[in-house]
C-alpha cells in the first residue's frame, strides 16, 4: 500500500477534538491501547497529520517527531515501529519463514503461509487489524487486515488471508528515519 508517499500534504496539527477522537477511536479498536496511551500521546506532545493524495484516502499522525499510525477508511492502524514498541497492541499472526521475503517486497499472506509448519494463525475476526510476524523474527514484519476469519482460514487454507497495509521496507516505513 506504501509504496510511495509522493503525495503528502503538509502537516496539520491535530486539534484537542481531533486528538480525542483518534484516541477514542484507538480505544474502541485496541483494548491495550489504554495502558499505554499516554505513552503514546503524552500531554504536551506535539501531534500533527499528513494526508496522502491517493486513491486510499490514507492520513498519516505523528506524534512529535515519531509516526504513531494512519487512518484508512474508518480505521486507525497502528505504525510498526509503535508495535515493535508495544507487542501486546495487535493480534500476533505467524507465517513460515518461506513466506516473509514476499511479504516484505509487499504481497499479501495467503493462507498457506499460516498454516504449514513455522506458521501460527491466532484467534481472529474478518476485518481485524493484525501484527504479521515470520518464523524465528522476534519484531513484527508487517501489520494487515483479516481477509477472513481464523476459523474459516482453518476450514480453506486457501488464498489471500491477510491483506498486507504496511511493512518494513516501505515507503511509510522509510518515511520514520527522515
Known amino acids: 500500500m506504501f509504496k510511495k508517499l509522493e503525495d503528502l500534504s503538509k502537516p496539520t496539527l491535530l486539534s484537542k477534538t481531533g486528538v480525542k477522537e483518534l484516541k477514542q477511536s484507538l480505544t474502541d479498536q485496541y483494548p491495550f491501547f489504554k495502558e499505554v496511551e499516554d505513552e503514546i500521546f503524552p500531554k504536551k506532545a506535539n501531534i500533527q497529520s499528513f494526508k496522502l493524495r491517493s486513491e486510499y484516502k490514507v492520513e498519516i499522525v505523528q506524534v512529535d517527531k515519531d509516526y504513531a499510525c494512519f487512518t484508512k ?44 509448519q513455522g506458521g501460527q494463525l491466532n484467534q481472529a475476526q474478518k476485518g481485524q487489524v493484525i501484527a504479521i510476524y515470520g518464523e524465528g523474527k522476534e519484531n513484527a ?38
Open 141 to 178: 514484519i508487517g501489520i494487515g487486515i483479516m481477509n477472513a476469519s481464523s476459523d474459516q482460514i482453518k476450514a480453506d487454507p486457501k488464498g489471500h488471508a491477510i491483506q498486507l497495509l504496511h511493512n518494513l521496507g516501505d515507503a511509510l516505513w522509510q518515511l520514520s528515519f527522515k
Open 73 to 116: 477508511e474508518n480505521l486507525v492502524i497502528p505504525h510498526l515501529r509503535l508495535v515493535h514498541k508495544f507487542p501486546d497492541l495487535l493480534i500476533k499472526q505467524q507465517v513460515d519463514a518461506g513466506a516473509i521475503k514476499h511479504i516484505l517486497s509487499g504481497s499479501d499472506v495467503l493462507a498457506p503461509g499460516l498454516m504449514s
